[in-house]
């Protein structure tokens, strides 16, 4: 899809406006937040696309069906396996490892269903590949997509997250599905 295209989509057809700009840095983890809706995917996937990039999305790897699987690859998404983490998470290391430049796109819920405890994988994957960590959001009210600022990582994983979810609680955003959304 190019960028004209996607602009055109995204802003004249769903009427959203952007927000933020790309990064400097080569290798960024995306966090995005909250994830309520398959939809989430579809508005960052052309936010990226009105900046010229492209972003690599984790997806379940049962979504993964024809004709699904083939359009779900088109926009950058990627099957796991979620019943084996630990593998998921060494096999996206080497694969970032060996890019230049890999934009990633994680949602630290793992869910679109509401998660009070968020998963800190990002961390880890963060601190492996040397990738800064963005924050990420989507309005849904206020018909906004962007990103937001940029999150500097400390050492102990657990605590960045609970940061990380105070400041996307302190957003005030409106999810596609509010009742999907914990902070």
């Known amino acids: 899809m190019t960028q004209k295209f996607a602009t055109f989509l995204l802003k ?12 400097p840095e080569k290798k960024v983890i995306f966090l995005a937040a909250p994830h309520t809706s398959i939809w989430d995917a579809l508005f960052g996937y052309l ?21 699904a699987g083939w359009i ?7 099957p796991v396996d979620r019943s084996h983490p630990q593998n998921m998470m060494m096999d996206l290391i080497h694969e970032m490892q060996k890019d230049e430049k890999f934009y990633l796109a994680l ?3 793992g869910s679109r269903k509401a998660v009070k405890k968020w998963k800190t994988g990002y961390h880890t994957i963060a601190k492996e590949t040397g990738s800064a960590v963005y924050l ?7 018909k906004f997509v962007g990103i937001t600022e940029k999150f500097e990582l400390g ?13 996307y609680e302190s957003y005030h955003i409106t999810p596609r599905h509010p009742k999907g959304a914990a902070y």
């Open 12 to 23: 004249k057809v769903f009427g959203y406006r952007t927000i933020g700009t790309l990064p």
């Open 47 to 67: 936010y990226f696309r009105t900046l010229g990039e492209r972003l690599k999305i984790m997806i379940k790897k049962e979504a993964f069906f024809w004709p």
């Open 72 to 78: 779900i690859r088109s926009i950058g998404g990627f």
């Open 107 to 109: 949602c630290p819920e």
């Open 136 to 142: 990420t959001t989507m309005d849904y009210k206020e």
């Open 155 to 167: 050492d102990n994983a657990r605590e960045d997250t609970e940061k990380i979810q105070k400041i």
